[in-house]
């Protein structure tokens, strides 16, 4: 398996304080990778070890299979989003991306710069200069920043934090078909549907510890060992509940019933045939059965918990 980012044991302390202890983190190439934690877990930190602004107590880093600190070669193929108040005040968007292009050493025509901001949807604010750009804009031309290189990875911080409701489905489409197109996205952010809807794999930092990672579907049977099930059928007899409830003995318990539902955990899906074959016996017909699976919400809450 080749991996974007490697990280081994990374410990990272400021004076007698350790912010990270023992991070390790693997992140497949092309994938959509999100990084979690509440504020003060040592995302920060860890990014900014990443993007070469801090340095490692203890431990490695590889990124795109280089040891830090990279080579030029290897940095040039690395975007990072900027902290929005880095922006060069009275230089327009398209000036800014030509000015960072320049210095990547990537530069284009610019034709190339104007498609970047109009996947951004910043077409019209291309000769508006930045000081004038409202927060939402700022972080458009941040995503566009770090695109500017066409990297092979790509770091964004809270690239939807305090953008309106239509631009974030325009970054969601953006970060999208940078996945397709074989980047890999490494993405910061507290918005736990985003991350939810895009990422492929998750990690979630606690107090400077990597508490789980894996893709959602590995968290979920993590942390959610039993399932819950709902099921909605035509109106029940008395001795449906007797029946369920001797069906399920030792497999689960019933949450939750009316004549026409019940909700009932499961340790596994292999009784599920074993109740819809009981209700067909039963005359009873069956015309839904849910399985209800933990949101990343209460996946993340379940884990930061769980120290
Ligand atoms: N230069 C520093 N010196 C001392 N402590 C630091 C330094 N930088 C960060 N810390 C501490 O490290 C811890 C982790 O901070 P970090 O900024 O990495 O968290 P975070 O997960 O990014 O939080 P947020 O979501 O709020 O951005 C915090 O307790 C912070 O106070």
Request: aromatic share 8%.
């Amino acid at each position: 398996m080749s991996y974007a980012i490697e990280v081994k044991n990374v410990t990272k302390e400021f004076g007698a304080k350790t912010v990270l202890n023992q991070v390790s983190m693997q992140v497949k190439k092309g994938s959509i990778f999100g990084f979690l934690g509440r504020n003060g877990a040592g995302k920060s930190t860890l990014v900014n070890i990443m993007t070469g602004i801090s340095f490692v107590t203890k431990g490695s880093v590889h990124l795109l299979g280089e040891p830090l600190p990279l080579s030029s070669a290897v940095q040039r193929k690395i975007g990072v989003m900027p902290d929005y108040s880095m922006f060069y005040e009275d230089m327009t968007a398209l000036q800014h991306l030509r000015y960072f292009a320049k210095l990547l050493k990537f530069e284009q025509p610019n034709a190339y710069y104007m498609n970047l901001l109009k996947q951004v949807g910043l077409e019209d604010a291309a000769h508006v200069k930045t000081k004038k750009f409202s927060f939402g804009m700022k972080k458009k031309l941040g995503i566009a920043q770090a695109l500017v290189n066409a990297p092979e990875l790509i770091f964004l911080d809270e690239p939807t934090s305090g953008v309106d409701a239509d631009s974030i489905l325009g970054i969601h489409e953006i970060i999208r078909n940078l996945a397709k197109k074989g980047t890999t996205v490494f993405l910061t952010s507290h918005n736990l549907d985003e991350v939810e809807k895009l990422c492929d794999e998750v990690a979630i930092m606690e107090n400077g510890v990597v508490r789980s990672q894996g893709t959602l579907e590995e968290l979920r049977t993590r942390f959610q060992p039993t399932l819950e099930v709902t099921m909605k059928h035509a109106q029940a007899s008395k001795d449906s509940k007797a029946i369920l409830t001797k069906l399920i003995e030792n497999h689960g318990e019933i949450l939750d019933s009316s004549p026409e539902h019940f909700t009932f955990t499961l340790q596994d899906d292999t009784m599920i045939p074993v109740i819809t074959r009981a209700f067909a016996q039963m005359k009873i017909d069956v015309y839904r059965i849910e399985v209800n699976e933990p949101s990343l919400e209460e996946i993340f809450l379940d884990v930061a918990s769980s120290q």
